[in-house]
């Protein structure tokens, strides 16, 4: 506008023209407005920001207040005129005209005069069987709901207090967000108030996924992998030889040692940047002079047409060199070498007619030359391919059939026992087909399994010989056994259901158990690996982390490792080890890893709801869940418990008896109070059976012991 030449007058309306600025940046808006004031045309702004308004040449207040009870012109004139009126406007323009130093910014009142909020106000709530409880739930306490069951507890913990605060939460998340987020509904009350962030903690011990581990549910396991992926030393599975960085002439060595005039190709591994087509990176090697890729182990020229597939998971290879294996061209073989690994970041790959041998320069054993990934996190992921074991896809387990042991299976014949296994799943040619080897090695297809000679089952059961069954065909037969695990593993889950009776759990015989590759079960800190320490209890793992002295990028994982075992030996579980099976745990044990997760993850100021957190324990543990819970406590967390157990609701700082009974004769709150208004209040059952008033009674007389049932040597976990 400064610029434009200037034809006639004009008038300016700007609204709010200071938004978002600086400032810096009002200063200058203000000195365009006053150059086009001088130019002769007319500014009139809309704005709020003083420090505009404090350079008017004119000021228009409008007010007194909003809506019907505004527009009127309630003062005009120069800034310093309006800093005389007792308006809005007026005392903000006074303030705003006042030399810097005698301008006082407002104060925010001292912590001590703001009111917290004492307590979590629920009223009229009519959840399920509630009957218009009105309840005040002391924020920052241990607040225990007990009393009969079906008498209302979790209506009002879970389904009430709980599902109100999520559904809170919710509502701030986008609309995009919400839909990927299981809303609770409206809770049935009158008014919640005094809420915080909410967490709930329920009894769940079905449905858990067996690739789950005490150190993956704790997230112990997350932190050991990049501990052992910085400070681990990797050691070759074959010869037992450190792995480490190897030289561009060791790889010379190795490739001239192979037969005299053998093909290879030297090749290095290329990625498709973000954004970059294929049609790109060939285009950018072909401006280099590089004439070969090879795309999914078939080798093209750049210039000829490429069946590149942007969806599926392709390997992409340069072709940097291809030669015959010759002393005399190891000057030409190094120099490939060495620009393949300047490509890739250490990474040469040679390619023989039989196989792709993978140089890592930066990772590879001194003696063999034989290379392997680098070391990362990912490594030591069981869920994750580069971690796995791939015989048993990182469970740690593997079915396997012990068929012999099936007597009714024994007693059926070859031909028999396949109609049965395999009726839905073969054909007609399929069963001539075995009927044809077996009796051409000399089983009899027609004699009981339970009658063939032990060399003949073995056979039948894991897998025979070769066999030519008629010109230019040879058939083998792999074994009942290794055909049922192996369709156990990776075969429909039609067939896998009806292959379940025969079959039964075993620990891998690869990895032992262990649910990791060779080379993540060699990698070691001192004396333990990854998975030896996760074998250990947590007292002997706690030992160990806490004498490592790690490198100062470390230290903030270390620090929270120590924390997070030193958590869960505090609540009594030093006798469970890392590795152990989510499955296996029992209620109480999941209950107070649970707990150890949110101890671990320091937040404050949140509610948590508990159901029944004694469940599955027995008095002795009791004391460290209460310790558990006073530190949860103690960080500005407010619990609330539906809980039973005595030892508990004698610590709770305060309690509600819910009653009087179950179901429609329910649905109230009976008493509430501290442990001991609720023994002498007379409408708490609760507090009769706590007093001693009420109590369950001994049996006077017991029935004789009789041991009928008899179980010996028995072992698990």
């Not at 903000?92 to 925010?108: G, N």
């Not at 590149?308 to 002393?327: A, H, T």
Request: proline share 7%.
């Amino acid at each position: 506008e400064l610029v434009r030449p200037a034809s006639s007058k004009t008038l300016y309306i700007l609204d709010e023209p200071t938004t978002g600025l600086h400032f810096q940046d009002i200063q200058r808006l203000i000195r365009v407005l006053q150059k086009l004031v001088d130019k002769g045309h007319t500014v009139l702004v809309i704005e709020h920001n003083m420090d505009l308004v404090k350079t008017a040449d004119w000021v228009i207040d409008l007010g007194p207040a909003a809506g019907i009870y505004g527009g009127k012109l309630i003062g005009e004139g120069t800034p310093e005129m309006l800093a005389k009126k007792n308006t809005p406007t007026g005392i903000a323009l006074k303030q705003a005209l006042m030399p810097l130093s005698k301008q006082t910014a407002p104060v925010a009142p001292p912590s001590s005069e703001r009111t917290p909020i004492p307590f979590i106000t629920v009223e009229n709530g009519k959840q399920n069987n509630l009957q218009g409880v009105f309840a005040q739930i002391p924020r920052g306490q241990i607040t225990v709901f007990t009393g009969p069951s079906g008498s209302g507890k979790s209506s009002l913990a879970f389904e009430t207090i709980y599902a109100e605060g999520q559904r809170r939460y919710t509502e701030t998340l986008p609309a995009y967000a919400r839909q990927y987020v299981k809303q609770l509904p409206k809770p049935k009350a009158d008014k919640i108030e005094g809420l915080s962030p909410s967490i709930a903690l329920e009894q769940k011990t079905g449905g858990l996924n067996p690739r789950s581990t005490v150190g993956t549910l704790t997230e112990v396991y997350d932190l050991l992998r990049v501990l052992y992926a910085h400070l681990g030393i990797a050691y070759c599975p074959e010869t037992g030889e450190p792995i480490r960085q190897i030289s561009k002439e060791r790889v010379v060595e190795k490739v001239l040692s192979f037969p005299l005039g053998e093909k290879i190709m030297i090749l290095t591994p290329i990625q498709l940047q973000k954004k970059e087509t294929f049609e790109e990176k060939l285009e950018a090697l072909n401006k280099e002079g590089y004439v070969r890729i090879r795309l999914n182990g078939k080798v093209y020229e750049l210039d000829e047409e490429i069946p590149f597939e942007p969806f599926r998971k392709n390997e992409i290879c340069l072709v940097i060199d291809r030669m015959s294996v010759d002393p005399g061209t190891k000057q030409r073989l190094y120099e490939a070498v060495e620009k393949a690994t300047q490509l890739s970041e250490g990474i040469c790959i040679i390619a023989r007619s039989s196989e792709d041998l993978l140089f890592n320069l930066a990772f590879a054993v001194e003696s063999t030359g034989k290379s392997y990934p680098s070391i990362t996190p990912h490594t030591f992921s069981f869920n994750a391919e580069s971690g796995m074991c791939l015989e048993c896809l990182g469970l740690g387990t593997i079915y396997g059939a012990h068929l012999s042991n099936q007597k009714g299976l024994m007693r059926l014949s070859i031909l028999q026992a396949a109609d049965r296994l395999f009726k839905e799943f073969g054909s007609a040619k399929s069963f001539k087909l075995l009927e044809t080897y077996f009796q051409q090695i000399g089983i009899d297809c027609d004699t009981p399994l339970k009658k063939l000679s032990a060399q003949h089952l073995d056979i039948f059961l894991n897998g025979g010989p070769e066999q030519k069954i008629k010109q230019f065909f040879t058939a083998r037969w792999i074994g009942l056994q290794p055909l049922f695990a192996m369709n156990a593993r990776s075969g429909s889950t039609e067939m896998r259901q009806s292959l379940l009776p025969y079959l039964s759990l075993h620990k891998c015989p690869s990895c032992e158990g262990s649910r990791l590759n060779p080379l993540a079960r060699h990698v070691r800190i001192g004396p333990y690996s990854l998975p030896g320490l996760c074998a250990a209890n947590l007292a002997s793992a706690y030992t160990f982390i806490q004498s490592l002295k790690p490198t100062p990028f470390l230290e903030e994982t270390h620090k929270q490792l120590v924390k997070s075992l030193d958590f869960l030996l505090q609540i009594g579980l030093h006798y469970l080890s890392l590795d152990r099976s989510a499955p296996t745990l029992s209620g109480g044990e999941l209950q107070r890893l649970r707990l150890a997760r949110q101890l671990g993850s320091g937040l404050v100021s949140c509610l948590y709801v508990l159901d029944e957190p004694t469940i599955g324990l027995h008095p002795a543990n009791s004391e460290q869940l209460n310790a558990a819970l006073k530190r949860l406590r103690d960080l500005g967390n407010t619990l609330i418990l539906v809980e039973h157990d005595p030892l508990i609701i004698a610590e709770a700082d305060y309690l509600f008896d819910f009653g009087p009974k179950a179901g429609r004769e329910g649905g109230r709150i009976t008493a509430h109070g501290t442990l001991s208004e609720i023994k002498k209040n007379p409408h708490s059952l609760t507090g009769a059976y706590l007093s001693g008033k009420k109590q369950i009674p001994i049996p006077k007389k017991r029935r004789p012991f009789s041991p009928d049932i008899r179980i010996e040597k028995a072992s698990l976990h």
